[in-house]
């Protein structure tokens, strides 16, 4: 049995850290949160960041998408999934797109 990992997400960001958005997963019961994120701009490869949290209780987040300011809920957030930006993951995610480009490569050869 394999562990599943998962990607950290937008209501767990550190205040002021960029990021990039890597997708959007809704909840079961608000389907319809994906294609309000997405309209309002974060959609994958996108920056952002958290650029303050409420007191008390950090609810709702103050985020930066693109140019935009937004006030988000913590669960809306929470639908964000934001890339891997620890040193291994950058270095997983580059061993990927070689890989990838290596093998396109060899395709078209």
Do not use: Y
Not at 17 to 29: E, G, I, S, T, Y
Not at 44 to 59: F, K, N, T
Not at 94 to 103: E, I, L, R, V, Y
């Amino acid at each position: 049995m394999s562990a599943v990992l998962s990607s950290p997400t937008l209501a767990q960001a550190a205040i002021g850290r960029a990021h990039r958005v890597q997708a959007l997963q809704a909840p079961a019961h608000a389907p319809e949160w994906k294609q309000m994120l997405e309209e309002l701009g974060f959609v994958a490869g996108e920056h952002v960041a958290v650029l303050a949290r409420a007191m008390p209780g950090a609810d709702p987040l103050v985020v930066r998408i693109g140019q935009s300011t937004f006030a988000l809920r913590k669960a809306e957030a929470d639908c964000v999934l934001l890339e891997d930006t620890t040193a291994e993951g950058l270095i997983a995610a580059n061993a990927a797109d070689s890989a990838t480009n290596g093998q396109a490569g060899a395709a078209h050869a």
